[in-house]
């Protein structure tokens, strides 16, 4: 046996000196690449077809995380890109007023630090020049002229209000910005499309967005429209505007989507919102300035990151979006290389006459190594650069199509997010180098005589190869269950940290199980003598062509390691919620919530689903405070009416300060910052037929008593009713003006089936009053929620629960939000069913492109074997029955083995998904592992059969025979 060895170091060798006699070593290894990467180019477009094989294994996964990450990016409005739509081409906005100092913050937001036990009040703000008393009271105009004092600029007042209008029969509710559009000062937040901008009050302009909800572009629009002041208190007009033009407004996150512009009129006293007009950026010490004066101020300079260096965006989301992209990029390295591994097999295999000729002319190893390993780098360079291409492409039709489904959705303008598809361009690039290694190692130790012959001679097993592999994925799953059960601990609580030590020992998993891929194949060898011939020979050529059988196993365990985590994962999720789903109502029954008085369920129950018995549940609201009341000032920080029923022992100002949990004093309030709980009412009718209180329970609410779901509060027995006035301070806390008892009542426990019925399955913590107990403490009671028993034998539709809606909802609710809070109760249904279904389409189609393109290969490679069969008389039958029972083969030890691969990170994720655990990582709850047994199953049979079939049918029925070389 001949094999290659470079050529020994001389001493002539030794005693040439570099630079003038020979070229020095970097040249050397320079020319060596130039001249490989000169063959690999040639080589790929002689071979088109395998290179399309390639291109597709190395693609189809860099394509679809490109188009993934293009929408992500497209959707993810942030930093410079929200700039226009919070502020136009302004230097800067207004954006709230409050009646003290606001902290210097770039968003504007009110950003509260408080130290000791204390309470928390901001400062009084300085006085606003020109304005006498508080910003939040005094005329907009006022709060305006201040503020353009302090800053030498100009303001353009903003606002914003609602627009109820009905078109066919839909009630529409509109958002509309209130702003003068015809300033430049707009531009970019909102740019005209088509007509002309507002002129007057009685003009509008709708947007693109209204457009696509279905508002027209011309004529009359009439609706009633509601504005908030800063107290929440709403003012109802009603209004008839002309529309007269087009918008383009895009929305922020934090600013929603605009459907109508509109000119401003008298705005709300509080909301002293606008844009502000100066030829000089607003600094950070201009923010600081305004926030001294209980103004706050967005900055275009500061949001950019102006010269002074005094904000700078904050990095932790940037680290923590580079570390899911790493990890992504990681998953896609052995994603990529599995299935990229059959091809560059078949190319060292194709290549070995080739390359032994290479080497018995002084070829060394290096160069032999380079051949490969330069065809690995132009495929994937090509195939990254085309599913990049492709990515894009896919990304921006993906969000196209998703806009005209959602058109509500905000998007900012077509991202595409270089930086990071560099990073999944490199490692998919790199996954194919690595891909190529293994191959290219195995001609470092080629064969010359046996190449030069056509012979493969089959390589002894290591014995301590598998070995080493069953440590490896022992160490390697077990490293995966200890880093999330640490996770759960304070030993172990960096998410970065977490993550990295995850991707590491699924990647040592990963390698030693493909490092017992070869003695798996060689047992198949020996199992298969008990079977007919043609599975004989294939097992046994498996057995045999080791390096050539090991690649297509570990692509077709690419996908089905993603199978086998997805399904466990998602099957234990599903069967958890399941477990812990909790009726909101009888099955069959119709549940809701009701808006407003003016509708009575009970009609629109009996006129939309026939034969029907409407419950109302109320919720009970404290006695309202008499407006004549001595002393009362109107304003935010007016006094309200609040009432508790204390336990023994406890006062009302322990129970409006109480923040402990579990609560120093249980009791049950109304109007309370703290101990508020859900009360309900019911009627006599609903007692009788939905609550069916015990005769113990009856006696307590026919005394004026009380229900409650908390057997803290139960247990005392009796409780007290107090009730005071509380003014809320400018800290946020309440303090209680002189307290009344209204009397001592008895309470009891509800049963849990009794706390979900009255408070529609919220699980939380629930009290119910009957009559009595109304009238006792002067309360008044709200239609909060709705039950409705179909009649006997008959269920409610979709279209009746969508009719019951519609007659239920309050005039000033889109059908959309009404409809959104009425439900039938038909059990639990499955949430992630879509999103199962999609992961596993996603991951089918992985499969199925590895098994194609992996059995086209290995097929391709083994014609010449099939000739032989043919030329020693063996009929085509045998010759296809032999090739199906050698794809078989290698699929079912792929679906196999990588499915017992991917069943590791499916538990171990399935456990933390659904178990529960206290602070100390001790757990509380069994988790919940599920094995959809009948998916896998279909899996370790479907793909088996289909690499069978696909082998069986690229047989060619008259192979074309050459002569042997001797």
Known sequence: MTTLADPPRTAAHKSQRPGTTRRSRLGEWWAGWRVALRLARRDTRAHGGRSALVLVMIALPVALMVAALTGYATKDVHGAEAIPAQMGSAAGAVVAAQDGQYPPSPLGEQVVTCTGNGPCTPPKPLPLPGVSGPVTTAPVAQVHAGIATLLGARLLPMGDEQLHVTLDGRRVLLGTLLVDARDPLVRGKADLVSGRWPQNRDEVVVTQTAVARGL????????R??????????????????????????GAPN??????????????????IALIDRATPITWDDVALLGRHGIGVVSRSVLQGGADGSFESDSGGQQDTLLAI?????????????????????????????????????????????TVLAQALVLGVVSTLVATVVGIGLGWAGLRAYLRWNPLTIVGPFDVPWWQLAIVVGCAILAAVVAALLPARGLGRI?????????????????????????????????????????????????????????????VLVVGALLTVPAVLVLVGRLGGAFPVPVRMATRDASRQRGRATPTVAAIMAGTILLGATTIAFASITERQRIDYVPSAPAGWLYGQVFGDEADPGVAAAQTIPG??????????????????????????????????????????????????????????LGLMYASANLRSFDEVGLRDLLRPTPEQRRVLDQGGLLTSQPEIARAGRLTWLSTDLTTQPDGTQTPGPVTTLGTIPVALLTPEQARLADAGNNADTAVLGPSGITRIGATPHPQHVLVRPADGTTITDAQRDAFAKA???????????????????????????????????????ILVATLTATALSMGEAQRDLATLAAIGSTGRLRRAIAAAQSGALAVV?????????????????????????????????????????????????????????????????????????
Request: net charge positive; with cysteine; proline share 8%.
């Open 447 to 507: 064969d010359v005589v046996s190449a030069l012959r056509g012979e493969v001679a089959p390589k002894r097993a290591r014995r301590w190869v598998p070995v080493v592999g069953v440590a490896l994925a022992a160490l390697g799953g077990a490293g995966i269950f200890v880093t999330i059960a640490l996770s759960r601990t304070t030993l172990l609580q960096q998410p970065r940290v977490v993550a990295g030590a995850v991707v590491a020992s699924a990647v």
């Open 808 to 846: 239920v909802a309050d005039p000033s609710m889109t059908e959309e939000i009404s409809g959104e809070v009425v439900h039938v109760e038909r059990g639990f249904v499955d949430t992630y069913a879509r999103l199962r279904w999609l992961m596993v389409g996603t991951v089918a189609l992985l």
């Open 894 to 966: 792929g679906t196999l083995v990588g499915l017992a691969v991917g069943a590791v990170p499916g538990i171990a994720f399935a456990r933390a998904a659904t178990g529960g655990y206290d602070d100390g990582g001790a757990l509380v709850k069994a988790p919940t592992v599920v094995v959809p047994w009948d998916v896998l199953a279909v899996a370790a049979v479907g793909i088996p059969i289909l690499a069978a079939l696909l082998a069986a049918l690229v047989v060619r029925g008259n192979p074309t025979l050459t002569r042997r070389t001797t």
């Open 255 to 272: 600013l929603g989507l605009p459907d109508l512009v509109r000119l401003p009129g008298t705005l709300a006293a509080g909301r002293p």
């Open 326 to 370: 790493a990890l992504l990029a990681a998953g896609l390295l052995i994603e990529s290389t599995l299935l990229a591994g059959p091809a560059f097999a078949v190319i060292a295999q194709r290549q070995r006459r080739t390359l032994a000729l290479a080497a018995a002319n002084g070829a060394t190893r290096a160069q032999l190594r380079r």
């Open 612 to 669: 029907s018995r409407a419950y109302t549940i109320r919720s009970v609201a404290p006695p309202e405070r008499p407006r004549d009341s001595p002393g009362s000032p109107s304003g935010p920080n007016a006094p309200t009416r609040a009432i508790a029923a204390a336990t023994p022992g406890c006062t009302l100002a322990e129970i409006s300060s109480d923040q402990a949990q579990p609560p120093r004093c249980p009791s049950l309030g």
């Open 216 to 223: 027209p572009t011309s004529g009359t629009l009439e609706g």
């Open 225 to 250: 429209v509601v504005t908030y002041d800063d107290r929440g208190d709403e003012t109802v007009t009603s209004a008839r505007l002309a529309v007269v033009g087009v918008a383009d407004a895009p």
